[in-house]
């Protein structure tokens, strides 16, 4: 009931303010304070902390306010590496996690493009941006012009558009993005930047739509509210939404499920991993699908390996990207993604 309430104060409080009125108009409307208190007087039985509620909330929708949001988050920052993982799927799609996005990620991006033995042969590359944080939109200007020719506009995050410059442009395979509801900050800048720029493919979720730069002031409370001091813009001029990017291709899976495939991409959904990891000491569950004899035998003519076999590419020793046996990829957002990346494939060899 609280939250019906508030919700309906909410829309009530931002009212005017949702009409997309310039701050001129704006100023047109009366003043807060006396909205505040006829609201107040014509609807009894609603607490002071209810109305104040919804004024906030009223406000910080409206000029995308943010209290506590965890972009900048000390912790979260430190504990999370720029090129969080890199492996080579069924011998085809070369994949890069990007854990955060800081000026660290482009270089090692650059290296792990430049490894003849993660990326040669491959038919496409999926950059994988789930979860991916961050608050440098230079770093994610110097990431996608990894993929962008020289001299084509990029990001303005307030302070000039950036252009991509010579001798960046180390990819022409097609590129799959993966974002969902966890991709913040400079994330979903790198993102909408490569596909603005007709480079890149976005499939997954809505990402979070924490993406323009940021000012910290302190509140009363000990909390920090965190104001938007300029809006991000692509080559384009396009403005990256305050509410997130909607993906080319939506595919919304739940985020806790989306964690676990991070890490093992085979993991079934009804699996129960917990106990797995439990009963693994720790260890990430991995599922493979099992063969029949006749699979079996064609797939030994095919000259695909029996997932069961040991496969040297996933040694610990291996000093080369784990290149992964020919499995049921479960994560749906990735799987999908592989088929685009398949069917692009096909239509070049035709």
């Known amino acids: 009931m609280q939250m019906k309430r508030i919700a309906f104060l909410t829309s009530v409080a931002a009212f005017g303010l949702a009409l997309g009125f310039s701050p001129m108009q704006a100023t047109e409307l009366p003043p807060v304070r006396e909205i505040y208190d006829l609201l107040r007087t014509h609807l009894p039985g609603w607490s002071a902390v209810e109305f104040e509620q919804a004024a906030s909330k009223a406000l910080l929708d409206r000029f995308g306010g943010i209290v506590d949001g965890g972009l ?5 920052l430190a504990d999370t590496p720029a090129l969080a993982n890199k492996r080579v799927l069924e011998k085809r799609c070369a994949y890069v996690r990007v854990g955060q996005v800081t000026l660290a990620l482009a270089p090692q991006l650059s290296a792990a493009l430049a490894d003849p033995e993660f990326s040669s042969g491959r038919e496409g590359l999926i950059l994988d941006l789930r979860f991916a944080i961050g608050s440098d939109f230079r770093a994610a200007a110097n990431a996608a012009s990894l993929f962008i020719p020289a001299g084509q506009p990029v990001l303005d995050w307030g302070e000039g558009m ?51 730069v940021l000012r910290e002031v302190p509140l009363g409370d000990g909390r920090k509210l965190r104001l938007p001091l300029a809006p991000v813009q692509f080559g ?76 040297p590419a996933l040694s610990a020793t291996s000093s080369s990207p784990p290149s992964d046996p020919v499995r049921q990829i479960r994560d749906s957002a990735l799987n999908r993604a592989m088929d685009l990346i398949k069917g692009l494939a096909t239509l070049r060899r035709n």
């Open 236 to 311: 384009n001029h396009e403005t990256l939404p305050a509410d997130g990017i909607t993906p080319d291709i939506v595919v919304n899976a739940p985020p806790e499920l989306e964690k676990n495939w991070l890490e093992n991409p085979w993991l079934s959904a009804s699996e129960d991993v917990s106990k797995s990891v439990t009963n693994r000491g720790g260890a990430t569950p991995t599922v493979r699908k099992r063969l029949n004899e006749a699979e079996l035998v064609r797939s030994r003519k095919a000259g695909i390996k029996n997932p069961d076999d040991s496969d």
């Open 72 to 76: 900048s988050d000390p912790a979260a």
């Open 162 to 212: 950036v252009v991509a410059p010579e001798g960046t442009n180390s990819w022409s395979l097609p590129l799959i993005v993966l974002v969902n509801s966890r991709t913040s900050g400079s994330a979903e800048a790198l993102a909408g930047a490569l596909r603005q720029s007709g480079r890149g493919l976005i499939l997954g979720g809505k990402t979070a739509g924490q993406s323009g």
